[in-house]
């Protein structure tokens, strides 16, 4: 609701200005980090250096993992990843005329192999810093944007 009236979007964008800022951000931190130290790296494709990609992010509300799902979403959807949370987040942000940009860490190696449990953690709290130090840099900047 907004004003009391019902809304409904089939997208909401990010805030232009933010993502210029956090593709800069991005690119510079990718020539700073080392490549993924973390469990989930398939073994049949060489390390390599960090990247960031920029696109469309379709959220839903569960956890996709199938190549199948992956596929239907991206080609249906016309996403270029998805997660679970953005959307939610977005709305809010749209609602109270605030700048929204997602800052995601997303792999999709499931289509390769699937983390086992005690790898699962680790593997999140290593992307996990690398998207915090970007969203840092951010926030640090965002006087000036």
Known sequence: ???GKPVHVDSLVGAPTLLA???KIGADICTQTAP??????PDSIP?????????????QDGWTKKAEEL???ATTFGVDSEDMESA??????????VPFLAVRVISNNERVATLEKREILP???????????????LVEQYDQL
């Open 71 to 73: 596929d239907f979403i």
């Open 1 to 3: 609701l907004k004003g």
């Open 21 to 23: 800022a956090a593709a």
């Open 88 to 97: 939610y987040v977005a709305q809010i942000a749209a609602k109270h005329e």
């Open 47 to 59: 390390k390599r250096p960090s990247q960031i990609s920029l696109g469309c992010i379709g959220s």
């Open 123 to 137: 593997a999140v709290e290593l992307a996990a810093e690398r998207a915090a130090l970007l969203i840092s840099k």
């Open 36 to 41: 993924w130290s973390g469990p989930g790296w």
